[in-house]
């Protein structure tokens, strides 16, 4: 698996609208080994994101980066942040855990 890690800083009072921006914007259309994408902010600086975003393979990650549809989320993207994000690209060599549910990208707890 391959990837992206991204971190930025979010503009004052657009935390809300970039949520909804990252939420909606579903898959990559023309990457079609796109595996997953997840935000958050972090803890010691709300103001700042965290992006991770999986592709089953290196050559996915670099076709959905030359696609013109990317270019054009990156500059709504842009819009959001403060200045240019960092992106870390990476070889992802294990995985523990369960894939993201539905509650816990809304902050829910299921049942309640």
Not at 11 to 36: C, L
Not at 42 to 67: L, Q, T
Not at 76 to 105: R, S, T
């Amino acid at each position: 698996m391959y990837g992206t890690i991204m971190r930025a800083k979010i503009k004052a009072g657009q935390m809300d609208t970039f949520r909804r921006f990252a939420q909606e914007g579903g898959s990559p259309d023309d990457a079609s080994g796109w595996v997953s994408s997840e935000f958050a902010f972090e803890d010691k600086d709300p103001n700042r994101i965290v992006g991770i975003i999986r592709f089953k393979d290196k050559e996915s990650y670099v076709k959905n980066a030359n696609a013109p549809q990317t270019n054009d989320n990156y500059n709504q993207m842009l819009k959001f942040l403060e200045g240019p994000p960092e992106w870390i690209d990476v070889h992802y060599v294990a995985f523990q855990g369960e894939a993201l549910k539905e509650y816990m990208m809304t902050g829910s707890v299921p049942g309640s």
